[in-house]
């Protein structure tokens, strides 16, 4: 049977599939009913009215559906209440909740409704999240609209904000007469169909009963050396090749078999993905196929680097960083590194500035498949300087030329954590003025040991 409804669209979401405990159990599907009572379904096409022919639409899906075992249903309506012009933006809402054996309710208030007000479809879209209990059955949503969006709204948006809920659907869309124009303003929401096709709710029925609509699916393997997909507990970001919007994120995962993570994604967008290695990684643009499970290969071999500094009696030095960057590069900062820890880095080649005093300089730093690179340095002696005045000066670090290492306070007792050397400290009060008063003092730091200087003190 063929259903006329002039640039009528029906959208179908399928929200989330997951099985329930028992495997051979036939999982509860909802289904959720967004019917369109706006004043705009009151225009004809052949000789039937919009909502006359969206009502006869409606009543052969729930027919159909009703037959299916272990399903729900629910109706929410908009553009009901509010009288256009000028009509409410926000006239959508749930009129009966999900519940078993309520089909004789819902088809009593769609054969009652009359239409009345304006046509919020992102709004309606958006809100129909919360119209399902929970994430754990089949959750569908079915839109019957006349498509003509009256708020300023964006499907597109409404889809990316249920996305962004964790919400997978999968869309089908089925219009009369709509025009070229029309139907591209609705590519982002799914595949277009023709509402003429012969058998289309019945086609459409069978694909709910077969549970196909969330079996598009996908999973990232972070290849090693031996391109085997070893490498894990990565933050992977999903974006839109189309928008550069990000669309998913999630923590990769390896499962019980030791697989990467399966996936259950929108296969609308192109994707590339970037994997939060260090440095970042990234896939080839990836489109999905509806109903295919599809890998997404990147190459993401890692190792380890462990900084480790000795500890002695005084443990100094604890919380001294370093700057990691690729070896020969632009000097770019890929991470900064406390002492005493491990991470993880894709492998290669780096270079190191450790934040001691003076900077200690580590290049070529080898990162191997799986391996940890240990780089230690010398453990930390500690300066105590005191004065009787203020002043200005500086410490240097003594050998074939003196190194600036850095700066002095004016406070009269300051505290510095040196690497072992030879150093000097070059000093004036502030009170004499001229350089003749400066004071030099010559000093030897060892590993875990105090040395005192006194610049009032020959």
């Known amino acids: 049977m063929r259903y006329f409804i002039s640039t009528c669209i029906l959208v179908l979401w399928c929200f989330t599939c997951k099985a329930q405990n028992n495997p051979h159990a036939k999982p509860l599907t909802r289904i959720l009913f967004v019917f ?44 009901n209440t509010v009288k256009y012009p000028p009509g409410d933006c926000k006239d959508s809402k749930l009129v009966v909740p999900f519940s078993k054996n309520n089909i004789s309710l819902i088809k009593t208030k769609v054969a009652a409704v009359t239409p009345t007000g304006i ?47 964790g919400i997978v659907f999968k869309p089908f869309i089925i219009g009369i007469g709509l025009s070229p124009e029309q139907i591209k303003t609705f590519e982002c929401v799914g595949n277009y169909y023709d509402s003429e096709t012969l058998n289309l709710v019945e086609n459409i029925s069978d694909i709910i009963s077969k549970q196909k609509l969330n079996k598009t699916s996908a999973q990232v393997n ?47 967008p192109t994707y590339k993905v970037i994997a939060h290695t260090i440095p970042p990684t990234q896939s080839s643009d990836v489109k999905l196929t509806q109903g295919k499970h599809t890998i997404i290969p990147i190459d993401a071999p890692q190792g380890f680097i462990e900084l480790r500094r000795a500890f002695g009696m ?41 934040l001691t005093l003076p900077r200690t300089y580590i290049n070529g730093v080898k990162v191997e498949q799986s391996q940890t690179k240990l780089v230690e340095i010398l453990s930390a002696g500690m ?6 005045d203020n002043g200005d000066g500086c ?22 954590y040196l690497q072992p050397g030879n150093y000097r400290i070059e000093w004036r009060a502030k009170s004499l003025k001229g350089s003749i008063y400066t004071i ?3 000093f030897t730091i060892k590993s875990d040991i105090e040395t005192k200087v006194d610049l009032y003190k020959n």
């Open 36 to 79: 369109d009572a706006s004043n705009s379904m009151k225009s004809k096409y052949n000789h039937i009215t919009r909502i006359q022919g969206a009502k006869n639409l409606f009543y052969h899906f729930i027919d159909s559906l009703s037959k299916q075992k272990n399903i729900e249903f629910a109706l929410r309506m908009y553009g």
């Open 119 to 165: 046509t919020p479809i992102e709004h309606s879209l958006t809100q129909s999240a919360n119209d399902f209990p929970d994430k754990k059955a089949i959750n569908i949503i079915i839109l019957i609209t006349d498509g003509i969006e009256e708020c300023g709204g964006d499907p597109c948006l409404a889809r990316q904000k249920l996305m962004e809920k």
């Open 222 to 268: 972070l290849l090693d050396t031996k391109t085997l997909p070893s490498e894990t507990n990565v933050n992977m970001t999903f974006y839109n090749t189309a928008t550069g919007n990000y669309v998913y994120n999630y923590i990769h995962t390896l499962n019980q078999k030791n697989n990467p993570d399966t996936l259950y994604i929108d296969d609308y």
């Open 314 to 354: 005084y443990n100094f030095n604890e919380k001294i960083k370093a700057i990691v960057r690729l070896a020969n590069s632009d000097m770019q900062t890929l991470n900064v590194q406390l002492m005493n820890s491990s991470e993880k880095y894709i492998t290669g080649n780096y270079d190191l500035e450790i």
């Open 383 to 388: 300066l105590s300087l005191k004065a009787l």
């Open 395 to 416: 410490i240097l670090k003594e050998g074939n030329k003196l190194e600036w290492v850095c700066n002095l306070s004016t406070a009269t007792t300051q505290t510095f």
């Open 440 to 442: 030099e003092k010559r």
